[in-house]
């Protein structure tokens, strides 16, 4: 007999991100999101590979944005908690899109802020200095806004997500990735998906 099948209102989530996700028109998660949802709830590093449509972006975005509901029920001030590194602008804006719609009715509580476009660093640096709970961005752009103080996780990122990490790893940001990870904390979880 086949293993029942686990539903999205089965694995504990806050109600908004709930009611988001059933609006999106989902009730079972696909494969990548049922296995890897519960190891990202738990606070395991994630390293996982599955092809494009298949629900990627929701098995790391609904456990960030989980994790950060549930760390505002305890902790008052508003910090930077989650990275997501992307290889391009597009990616960014379709991570962005997908945050969007995944924080419908807890945007005032998940602040999302989208760096990876060519505006100037000045442009962007107000956004930064509100401190949204989550970051998209390129490497380069990501590293350029550390270096000018726009922005600070090394006392703050909970987690960091790596998204199309073999592009990451292969695209020639090696330099980019391995200076970000200086500003980066000791401990924190980390999700690299291909």
């Known amino acids: 007999m086949a293993a029942e099948m686990l539903h999205f209102h089965e694995m504990g989530f806050d109600d908004r991100l709930l009611k988001a996700v059933a609006d999106l028109g989902w009730s079972q998660p696909t494969l990548i999101q049922e296995k890897a949802i519960p190891l990202a709830q738990?606070?395991?590093?994630?390293?996982?590979?599955?092809?494009?449509?298949?629900?990627?972006?929701?098995?790391?975005a609904i456990p960030v944005i989980q994790r950060i509901l549930a760390s505002?029920?305890?902790?008052?001030?508003?910090?930077?908690?989650?990275?997501?590194?992307?290889?391009?602008?597009?990616?960014?804006?379709?991570?962005?899109?997908?945050m969007r719609q995944l924080t419908a009715y807890c945007s005032r509580d998940v602040r999302v802020a989208d760096i990876t476009g060519k505006a100037d660093?000045?442009?962007?640096?107000?956004?930064?200095?509100?401190?949204?709970?989550?970051?998209?961005g390129t490497p380069s752009r990501v590293l350029a806004h550390l270096s000018a103080q726009n922005l600070?996780?090394?006392?703050?990122?909970?987690?960091?997500?790596?998204?199309?990490?073999?592009?990451?790893?292969?695209?020639?940001?090696?330099?980019?990735?391995?200076?970000?990870?200086?500003h980066l904390p000791k401990i924190y979880q980390s999700f690299l998906m291909s």
């Open 42 to 60: 738990e606070g395991k590093d994630l390293l996982a590979r599955a092809r494009t449509g298949s629900g990627k972006t929701a098995a790391y």
């Open 72 to 98: 505002k029920q305890s902790v008052r001030e508003q910090e930077v908690r989650a990275l997501i590194l992307v290889p391009t602008k597009e990616l960014g804006q379709q991570v962005q899109a997908m």
């Open 121 to 136: 660093l000045s442009a962007q640096r107000p956004i930064l200095m509100e401190k949204p709970d989550v970051v998209v």
């Open 152 to 182: 600070v996780l090394h006392s703050s990122l909970e987690m960091l997500v790596v998204d199309e990490a073999d592009l990451l790893f292969s695209f020639g940001f090696e330099a980019d990735l391995k200076n970000l990870l200086c």
